[in-house]
């Protein structure tokens, strides 16, 4: 089954090449960027700056299909792409979520990103920490990776 996406905006970065862009906004809280809603959904922001975070979805536009087992970014063990945040993937959908510092039309500017420059963006929906939030929840294997830097030849 397949089904076609449309974007409704683009995601405005600094990150222009996959090697400077963050592994996750989490190690980049100062992350800025502007995500661009196209005119004719800016509508649909009405009362969004009523949220202090959101989800982005996006289109991981430059990453090319890759291993259904693959080395992920913060560990040296192959795991499956579905237990990973890699952008490799079968579908290329990414999903970010991002602190809402302001909106102006259909602009809005966010920090923690980790997106590169021109991105499509395919959906925006609220971060709602009652809704979202599981303390409890496992970390699967990422528990206690720290940040490091990107591994060479690691697409």
Not at 3 to 29: C, S
Not at 33 to 57: M, N, W
Not at 126 to 147: I, L, M, N, Q, T
Request: charged share 25%; aromatic share 10%; glycine share 8%.
């Amino acid at each position: 089954m397949e089904f076609r996406v449309k974007a409704l905006g683009l995601i405005h970065t600094d990150h222009a090449t996959k090697e400077h862009a963050p592994i996750q906004g989490a190690f980049r809280p100062d992350a800025l960027g502007t995500v661009e809603v196209f005119p004719e959904f800016a509508e649909g922001l009405q009362d969004i700056e009523l949220f202090s975070h959101l989800y982005l979805f996006y289109h991981f536009d430059r990453a090319e299909p890759g291993e259904l087992v693959r080395h992920p970014f913060l560990d040296d063990t192959p795991h499956g792409i579905f237990a990973m945040r890699h952008p490799c993937r079968p579908n290329s959908i990414g999903i970010t979520v991002v602190r809402l510092l302001g909106r102006q039309e259909n602009l809005l500017t966010v920090s923690g990103i980790d997106v590169l420059d021109g991105t499509p963006l395919l959906d925006i929906k609220p971060y709602v920490p009652r809704f979202d939030c599981h303390p409890e929840a496992s970390e699967g294997w990422f528990a206690g990776k720290k940040e490091r830097e990107k591994p060479a030849n690691r697409e």
